[in-house]
């Protein structure tokens, strides 16, 4: 959060996307049916300390530390919401006083507080448990955006690996020692984290997709899932194909270890202190290319998501579902998750942590990591990230994306003229026209300026 995206959000009234509520001195119970209805609608802002109208008023600081306590207690009592909820609640200063707020991100299935179901409009959150024309139009919108909770009716406790419930139970407790998967049985953390569900619409129940990608043996996967495959390829010497590589077809769980051991067999670890505590920025920039790639993709397309080692680069390539188009930037990233439901259970066991804060590691620590360089994530129909692993590929980036004198003046020639002819540049700057064209494709590639052949235009 930035203090220019604050007073943005509070600049304007209560939106479907952003929530006030004042809270001075504890949060209020109708605090929790906004989160529902942000994560069955859009997702937004909920801030606290804050009036209608967006005044600051600020909490009682000496109550700030119980209230947060208490928020992360009730998103993880299954009594209070369903499926439990992983989200981070953050403290803010604005204007000398004490704020609180959090990002609710969309969820993949329908999000129940207290029993109740609630939808956003631009007034409020609605209670729609009663109705159930609207019941029926939220799970059509959300069957219709997410694959991850197709059910498999047929899949039983007996075809999914139920022993790594307790690394889950381990894992969690790690990152929450009274978390409350550690008092279920085994059959209530799956349904406690929304890996069993029921389609209202037909009545069919059972284990959903994200449930068999996290704990399905390899052959339920591949039946369910058969596009599922990570390959992880280190290409060093032999450029031309591998030198080194692994094809992971097993659960989630396990997959993310195996790709963490991959990238930490070839490349170089690096510490260095990260609030005071000797840390490997290696291991903290690999767990959010490997988290991404494993909870933010399509798994309803046969495309393989891969890791690529290189000597100067770190790239992962996985299909998803596109929000935007275009390079994504730290200050202006929306975070949006593909497949919540699996985020939500990574997010319970420590190996991600809220939407978007991903993006934000990775600006932050990947200029400590190669001495200068900065990530490079592009999201498209394949989304990719690109982390340089040293000073070279740092520079050699930014050279990449910085024009040279020549190309600059060409650049300055086109903005005024925009039908200049190849024939006039190489007569003005005496080069080739294959010189130019490759000059061309710099140019567009840094400025995203385009030609028109047809018209014989440039658009800048």
Known sequence: MTAELMQELLLKDEKITVEYKECRNGIYEDVYETVCSFSNRYGGYIIMGVKDGGIPVGLNRSMVRDMKKNFVNQLNNQDKMSPTLYLSIEEFEYDGKLLLWVYVPQTSVVQKCAGRVYDR????DMDITDSPLQLQNMYNRKSNTYVEHKIFP????DDLRMELIDKVRNLAKSRKPDHAWLNLSDREVLRSAGLWEKDFSSGVQGYNLAGVLLFGRDEVIRSCCPGYITDAIYRVENVDRYDDRLQVTTNLIEAYELLMEFVAKHTLDKFFLVDNVNTSIRDLIAREVIGNILVHRDFSSAYPAKVIIERDWLRTENWCVPRRHGNIMSDEFTPYPKNPLIQQFFANIGRTDTIGSGVRNLYKYTPVYSDGGKPELFEDDVFRISIPLNRAAAEAAREGKTLSEREQKIYN????????????????????RATVFRDYAKIKKVTGASYDKNISTWTL
């Open 413 to 432: 020639m086109i903005c005024e003229n925009v039908h200049l002819s190849v024939e006039q540049v190489m007569a003005e700057l005496d080069i080739s």
């Open 121 to 124: 409009n631009e007034d409020g």
């Open 154 to 157: 047929y899949v039983t406790e």
